[in-house]
């Protein structure tokens, strides 16, 4: 597909503690099923996904927001609103992809308690040599995690939990 033409795929990984790999090795070409890890960043993801719908003859608008739903027995209305205004779409579904916090959520009432609290979590991407090393690494330290992924020929991304996060995590 065009996403994994786009993408880095992962050959090799390792989790590391604070007193060295705890493991590490080679990442197969492919799962028994054929799925095979890649990395790619999401604007790639967004550009390749949107060009796949383009294809199909299908418009990824933007932006726009879900102001209100309702279902009856087989349809769903929309009210959204956008550049162009308010206005309301008749689907078969309704596919909410807008995060814990979401309209989505709100409407169909489901448990708050339910809902995760949002991460303390920071990335940051950066251009540099990463030869040598795996395509992902997680560091397990007493005071948080952090990830480096490789996201391109020398593009690597980091990722780092706050303390906060790590400990609620357990």
């Not at 796949?52 to 609103?81: K, N, W």
Request: include cysteine; charged fraction near 20%.
């Amino acid at each position: 597909t065009k996403i994994e033409q786009a993408g880095v795929p992962f050959t090799s990984m390792a989790i590391r503690g604070p007193h060295g790999d705890i493991v590490s090795g080679a990442v197969g070409d492919a799962a028994p099923d054929g799925i095979r890890p890649i990395s790619l960043p999401q604007l790639e993801t967004e550009h390749c996904l949107n060009q796949g719908l383009s294809e199909r003859g299908i418009t990824v608008e933007r932006p726009q927001t879900l102001v209100s739903f309702q279902q009856d027995g087989s349809h769903v209305a929309s009210v959204v609103e956008g550049p162009e205004g308010t206005r309301t779409l008749t689907s078969r579904y309704l596919l909410g992809a807008d995060g814990a916090h979401s309209k989505v959520r709100e409407t169909l009432q489901i448990d708050p308690h339910r809902t995760p609290e949002p991460l303390g979590m920071y990335s940051q991407d950066a251009i540099l040599n990463w030869e040598g090393e795996p395509d992902l690494v997680i560091w397990i330290l007493d005071s948080g995690a952090v990830m480096a992924m490789r996201i391109g020929k020398d593009r690597v991304r980091f990722a780092a939990t706050t303390r906060s996060t790590f400990e609620a995590l357990g």
